[in-house]
């Protein structure tokens, strides 16, 4: 039995770990700034305190997704809030695993797969890619910046680049499905556009597999092998959910109603072609590689 102390957990990513772990018989805690539940501690995400602290000692996986929902409008306030909450905790956390007797044996922190530039031909992937020019792509440098700040010689560390992570609680998943019942499950934008994704379940199977490969360390790509169109997309959820027919959304439109559900049009129209190289050169296997697979087993 391992012990995962999760940083941000009461997500949806979160709660799919929680879930994952506790079922295989780890020991799951929560790091959170609203505690509920008995496996839940306290911390505010910027200061040392020793009642958060303590529980890195001798721990066996630090997994740390804190952030702000990057799905809003990139005010200048939101682009300080998203930024800031993600360097603070990642910079905190490597301050606390320095002041450990026995820090944790893996410290693995998230970051996004927006870093790459905007992409409709060439495969981005860790080892070959292009860095784009746009706020996501700031966040993430920094963010990685941050994580790399503290050289936490006796912890192995990794980076998880996340895309889109498809789960039937929250995610991407539900607003797609939603707009597609509503019969507005057409292409969005031009529908050329790359969608690199995983599916909820490889998500945390991708976690337990690099935990148990004790020589995987920095930055991995979590998505499937395969990126596809967004026009491809659209199409595979209409026919998974019966929906003979779905209104396109063109670029004007999406631009218009990002406005007024106060979100960025980029979220959808950036191309993000995105492989998982170094999971694959791994020996890591997708139990869900395609988009039929994934949606079959996430609509009830």
């Known amino acids: 039995m391992k012990t995962i102390l999760i940083a941000g957990g009461t997500g949806f990513i979160g709660q799919t770990l929680e879930k994952h772990f506790t079922n295989k018989g780890h020991q799951v805690k929560i790091l959170s700034r609203h505690p509920s539940r008995e496996n839940e501690i306290y911390w505010n995400a910027k200061d040392l305190e020793d009642s958060w602290v303590s529980h890195l000692e001798n721990l066996d996986v630090l997994i740390n997704l804190t952030g702000k929902n990057i799905n809003c409008k990139f005010t200048e306030k939101n682009k300080e809030l998203i930024t800031k909450?993600?360097?603070?905790?990642?910079?905190?956390?490597?301050k606390a695993i320095d002041t450990c007797q026995n820090p944790p044996k893996l410290w693995m922190n998230s970051s996004t797969t927006s870093l790459y530039k905007d992409s409709f031909d060439t495969e981005m992937s860790e080892e070959n890619h292009e860095i784009g020019n746009d706020f996501e792509k700031e966040?993430?440098?920094?963010?990685?910046?941050?994580f790399y700040a503290s050289e936490n010689p006796k912890t192995r560390k990794i980076i998880i680049?996340?895309?889109?992570?498809?789960?039937?609680?929250?995610g991407a998943f539900v607003p797609l499905k939603?707009?597609?019942?509503?019969?507005l499950g057409g292409k969005q934008g031009s529908g050329k556009q790359k969608v690199s994704w995983i599916h909820q379940t490889?998500?945390?199977r991708a976690i337990e597999f690099l935990m148990n490969k004790e020589d995987a360390s920095g930055p991995f790509n979590f998505c499937v092998p395969n990126?596809?169109?967004?026009?491809?997309?659209?199409?595979?959820?209409?026919?998974?959910?019966?929906?003979?027919?779905?209104?396109?959304?063109?670029?004007?439109i999406l631009k218009i109603g990002a406005y007024f559900i106060?979100?960025?049009?980029?979220?959808?129209?950036?191309?993000?072609?995105?492989?998982?190289?170094?999971?694959?050169?791994?020996g890591f296997e997708f139990q869900y590689s395609t988009i039929e697979a994934a949606l079959k087993d996430l609509i009830d």
Do not use: C, H
């Open 161 to 170: 680049r996340t895309s889109l992570v498809f789960g039937k609680g929250d």
């Open 262 to 282: 106060q979100t960025e049009p980029e979220l959808i129209l950036k191309s993000r072609n995105v492989i998982p190289k170094k999971l694959l050169d791994s």
């Open 178 to 183: 939603k707009l597609t019942q509503f019969g």
């Open 85 to 94: 909450s993600r360097i603070d905790s990642t910079k905190i956390l490597g």
């Open 139 to 146: 966040v993430a440098e920094v963010w990685e910046e941050a």
């Open 202 to 204: 490889d998500f945390a």
């Open 227 to 252: 990126p596809i169109s967004n026009n491809y997309m659209m199409e595979a959820f209409r026919k998974a959910i019966g929906i003979p027919f779905g209104l396109p959304s063109p670029e004007f």
